[in-house]
């Protein structure tokens, strides 16, 4: 099928990439009350928090540069054709302004978003922000009904327990709560690209106590793309599931734009390819998470993300059954 032209963006051939306003993959923007929301199958938004950032901060700013670096992507998938924007009613929703002084407002107001679209029939894929805009998005989607499964792309489990015996949630916990909130399923949850020190096992064994896979960036490697990602889909199987996207998963000589790197990660190509590799899942959100702008004076780690995206708006238009 193509869709409404309406939700086409403008062929670079017509106007150049670099002008006009800024919108992810410069799609149509419709924000609350819009006339045609409703009509939105997957939508794109930002949320510009880093209040759950235990290092450097910086996030906050991520969703206005992958806007921007975003603006590069085109029509057409290079490998698959998939031309998504003409297959499904994707449009840029704008921006959930967070509370910058309260953490669990912003986290009411960012559930309470999510909540809203998924009333409509939307499909959110979210750019951060740091990983803790996760939490609020999986609240949205999945509260008061069945759990999802998850695949989760970074160099940290974030199952770790409270920071200082807080109850504020940080960025570090935001899958332990979710686990711990019905919102995810344990058995079909797998955290692929875990690495670097540690203050102790206390994810890890709360993933093992719970079920939950971890493949560690050694394990990844030794294996490799095609056979770490069919086990994925093995574990997610064909239920709903959501996809969680930390840059930190990157290497940081690729991606160095994030507030706490790890060193061995994988290159650009298979930061790609493994989302590539989900083709066929029914991943029904997304997020891009903890790219920070001010540690990216390059925009590198921006316009990798933004890439990244473009991939996984293409696995959640196959999850949709819709085609160009």
């Not at 970074?154 to 686990?179: E, K, Q, W």
């Not at 875990?194 to 990844?220: K, L, M, N, P």
Request: hydrophobic share 40%.
């Amino acid at each position: 099928m193509t869709t409404d032209p309406f939700f086409h963006p403008p062929s670079g051939m017509e106007l150049p990439r670099f002008a006009g306003l800024a919108t992810f993959m410069r799609l149509p923007h419709v924000p609350p009350g819009h006339p045609r929301e409703a009509e939105v199958q997957i939508g794109l938004f930002g949320l510009p928090f880093d209040g759950g950032t235990s290092n450097r901060p910086g996030p906050r700013h991520g969703p206005r540069q992958i806007r921007d670096l975003s603006t590069m992507i085109r029509a057409q998938h290079p490998v698959t054709r998939l031309r998504p924007f003409e297959a499904a009613r994707c449009a840029d929703l704008g921006d959930v302004g967070p509370n910058p002084a309260e953490v669990i407002d912003s986290l009411d107001r960012f559930e309470k978003a999510v909540a809203r679209w998924k009333g409509l029939g939307i499909r959110p894929l979210m750019a951060g922000g740091d990983h803790l805009c996760t939490l609020p998005v999986l609240r949205g989607l999945a509260r008061g009904g069945p759990p999802l499964g998850l695949v989760h792309f970074d160099s940290h489990t974030d199952l770790f327990p409270a920071y200082f015996g807080s109850p504020v949630p940080t960025h570090g916990n935001p899958f332990r709560l979710a686990v711990e909130e019905g919102l995810l399923a344990p058995d079909r949850m797998i955290q692929i690209g875990i690495r670097g020190t540690q203050y102790s096992r206390a994810d890890f064994d709360f993933a093992e106590a719970h079920g939950i896979r971890i493949v560690t960036i050694e394990e990844f490697h030794r294996r490799g793309v095609p056979d770490v990602m069919a086990e994925a889909r093995e574990i997610l199987g064909t239920g709903p599931a959501y996809m969680s996207y930390d840059i930190d998963f990157v290497d940081p000589s690729v991606a160095p734009g994030t507030g706490t790197p790890e060193w061995g990660g994988p290159n650009a190509f298979q930061a790609m390819e493994v989302v590539r590799e989900c083709a066929g899942l029914n991943i029904v959100g997304a997020d891009m998470v903890e790219v920070s702008p001010p540690v990216d004076p390059a925009g590198g780690t921006a316009w990798l993300a933004a890439s990244i995206m473009f991939e996984e708006l293409c696995v959640m238009v196959g999850a949709l059954g819709l085609r160009a």
